[in-house]
């Protein structure tokens, strides 16, 4: 083996130990999915009803696409958010030359 194989064996084995944070639990998922969902549920159920009451079916739809935009604007930024606090950093990592 080339030291640069022995190198990259040797972080693969120590990374679990310094890098363990543990699975969620049962109401850290709940949680998650209820902050992901629950804008969309609310917007569907209870502001587009009430914001669409005698508009025209074209301005209605527009206002519903308008409405899930929010929401999944709010799903990517909670997304980049439980990113950011597994990884604590959510750049992009440089394409490393001739690995491959």
Do not use: C, H
Not at 15 to 21: C, F, G, M, Y
Not at 40 to 48: E, P, Q, T
Not at 86 to 91: A, L, T
């Amino acid at each position: 083996m080339s030291t640069q194989e022995l190198t990259s064996t040797n972080k693969q084995q120590e990374l679990p130990k310094s890098d363990e944070k543990g699975q969620y639990t049962l109401w850290q998922v709940l949680g998650i999915w209820l902050a992901g969902g629950a804008p969309l549920w609310i917007f569907g159920w209870l502001v587009f009803p009430a914001l669409s009451q005698g508009r025209p079916a074209v301005e209605s739809g527009l206002l519903w696409m308008k409405l899930d935009l929010i929401g999944l604007v709010w799903q990517f930024v909670l997304s980049m958010l439980i990113l950011y606090r597994e990884e604590g950093n959510i750049r992009i990592a440089p394409f490393a030359a001739g690995s491959g």
